[in-house]
Structure formats: C-alpha cells, structure tokens
C-alpha cells in the first residue's frame, strides 16, 4: 500500500525547496565580491575580443 500524504505538507515543502533553489542563485549570483566580478568580467571580454581578432576575414566559412 501507498503512504497517506499530507497534501499542505507537501505543497510546504515544495515551497521550501523551490526557495532554497532560489537562495543558492542568488548566493552564486550576488554573493561574489566587486572586485572578483569585475575580474570575471574583464576575462570574458578579453576572450571575447581575441577570438573576434582571429576571425578570418570574409563570408561565411565553406564559400568562395
């Protein structure tokens, strides 16, 4: 046989889970000092611009 669930307990845990989720975005997202996003910034963009520099000139790749 099933177990008898309590259905308030599980929408309540559901919730919980859902904001915990939510936290731990938040924690990766805002969590990180200035100086260490602004370094993470900097990176991307520096890849960034390096591939595009080594981008072949022209059209699409495969055309004549």
Known sequence: MN?????RRARKAKARN???EAAASNRARFG????TRDLTKARL???AQ??????LEGGKPGKD
């Not at 177990?3 to 259905?7: G, P």
């Open 50 to 55: 390096t591939l595009d520099s080594h981008q």
């Open 45 to 47: 963009e520096k890849a």
């Open 32 to 35: 990180t000092p200035k100086p």
């Open 3 to 7: 177990e008898i669930v309590n259905l």
């Open 18 to 20: 859902q904001a915990e």
